[in-house]
């Protein structure tokens, strides 16, 4: 296994980009001794740990429940909303967790037995912010999520999902799937969701045991790839099948430089049709924001900081001159994705980073004005992927196809609205669509949803529960 990473590392970082490319040309392989022997030094996590992070979990939400009992006058919503609450806080350490055989923890997505980057932070977000900081066991075991995340992105970092044990049967290079990777779609987003779960985990619970030789390595790796495709066309090393990206897999080839980062595939894992997606570049600049705090207050690095702002602030103009668009019925608006030529479209996915997310993501140098206008259009029928119904409305997305709505938009939604009574409306219609089953879906059938995909998603379940305990903290929660 050391001699993958290791492999993995000279392949991608060692490379010479030339002067003129923009691109830093970091030696990562030089750290791989003190990598993995501060790996081998560390404290391993086995199943019996996540058993007992399980324990201070549901302490909490026992506790937690009690104030939401306390919060609301007495009904049955109020009562279904508790037993969604329990359901759907628990659901990922119930279901998803188990310890790998090197003591790092693998997160699978629910009913998908495999773990994404993306997923697998969300799908813990709650227990970082809400239990960690009172839990060290719970703060050990996210510490070796946050590890998997390094190891897995420097065995392939254009992979978006991947297999621990590695899988050799049914090895389809085509699609860059095989061993440690289950699917190798490249998506911005995913490592950016890494770097917040670390980030977080910092910041709200005090914990810093993640932030080791193998997460820098992973993040110096990362930047490597922002930098080279920000030129994909001229510098990039992705391949993927043609029939899922075309010109023999290299969609797109005819970008413009824009100061943002090409992605092959959206938050949904669908591709794109022009490549630079204006919502993962935002979770991308602030990932390298919260690069360059680690790099400078835990790692003393401030040439990796140096680069991280410059970087970021390439991003941040590119989202600034190409990704607002000027739309005659609503004004400046956020696209959702460009090309850097002129082409672009307007619309917004219920997968998160979206453009419905944008104050979640804490993507502060986004345009307040510009993001409210985009919001009224994306919460409408000028979005092709917003659907109503008898049950309920909210945005869906290309993954499901035309008229099925996600819960998690209708929870975005709640947790960036204003509005009480949108708030009030929208909890109501969550609990009304979860097919009497206290649980978060995918996709479902608005005036039907007994219509569903994904039984088992524990990112949506995850970010309900989120969700509850955050308007709890803040005095928000409706009396439905």
Not at 63 to 68: A, R, Y
Not at 384 to 410: C, D, L, N, Q, Y
Request: charged share 25%; aromatic share 10%.
């Amino acid at each position: 296994m050391m001699v993958i990473v290791t492999a993995s590392l000279r392949s991608h970082s060692t490379r010479s980009y030339g002067k003129d490319s923009g691109i830093a040309s970091i030696d990562l392989s030089r750290d791989a001794h003190v990598r993995f022997n501060s790996r081998r030094n560390q404290h391993n996590v086995k199943d019996t740990e996540i058993r007992a992070a399980a324990s201070d979990i549901e302490a909490f939400v026992e506790t937690t429940k009690g104030h939401i009992r306390d919060a609301m006058p007495p009904s049955a919503n109020r009562d279904k909303l508790i037993e969604m609450y329990g359901k759907t806080f628990m659901n990922t350490v119930d279901t998803t967790m188990r310890a790998t055989n090197e003591g790092r923890v693998f997160v699978i997505t629910g009913d998908i037995n495999a773990m994404w980057l993306r997923d697998s932070a969300a799908q813990v977000e709650h227990y970082t912010r809400f239990v960690a900081p009172t839990s060290r066991t719970v703060r050990r075991v996210i510490a070796k999520v946050v590890s998997e995340h390094a190891f897995l992105a420097l065995m392939d970092p254009y992979a978006n999902a991947f297999n621990d044990p590695p899988e050799f049967k049914d090895v389809r290079a085509n699609y860059r799937r095989g061993g440690y990777v289950s699917t190798g779609n490249y998506e911005l987003d995913s490592f950016a969701y890494s770097t917040r779960l670390a980030y977080q985990l910092w910041r709200e619970a005090g914990e810093t045991k993640q932030f080791d030789e193998l997460f820098r390595s992973a993040c110096r790796l990362m930047m490597v790839v922002w930098r080279k495709e920000q030129r994909h066309a001229e510098t990039t090393t992705y391949r993927y099948d043609k029939r899922e990206l075309r010109h023999d897999g290299l969609e797109n080839s005819k970008t413009g430089f824009t100061g943002m980062t090409w992605t092959g595939f959206r938050a949904s894992d669908d591709d794109c049709k022009y490549h630079y997606n204006v919502p993962d570049n935002m979770m991308a600049s602030v990932a390298l924001r919260y690069m360059r705090e680690m790099a400078l207050e835990i790692y003393d690095d401030k040439p990796w900081a140096e680069e991280c702002a410059a970087l970021k602030h390439d991003i941040d103009e590119g989202i600034r001159r190409f990704g607002i668009i000027d739309d005659p019925k609503h004004g400046r608006v956020y696209a959702y994705e460009v090309d850097g030529l002129g082409h672009y479209i307007l619309e917004d996915d219920a997968n998160i980073p979206s453009l419905l997310s944008m104050p979640y993501l804490n993507y502060t140098e986004g345009d307040m004005d510009v993001w409210k206008r985009t919001v009224d259009l994306i919460w409408s029928r000028d979005n092709p992927w917003f659907f109503s119904g008898k049950v309920a409305e909210g945005i869906g997305s290309r993954h499901t196809g035309k008229g099925k709505v996600w819960h998690m938009s209708m929870i975005m939604k709640i947790l960036v609205t204003d509005s009480p009574q949108e708030r009030s409306r929208i909890l109501l219609e969550l609990m009304a669509s979860d097919n009497n089953s206290n649980l978060m879906h995918e996709g479902f059938d608005p005036s039907n949803p007994r219509r569903f995909s994904r039984s088992w998603f524990a990112w949506a379940n995850s970010l309900f529960a989120l969700m509850v305990t955050e308007l709890l903290e803040k005095n928000q929660l409706p009396h439905v």
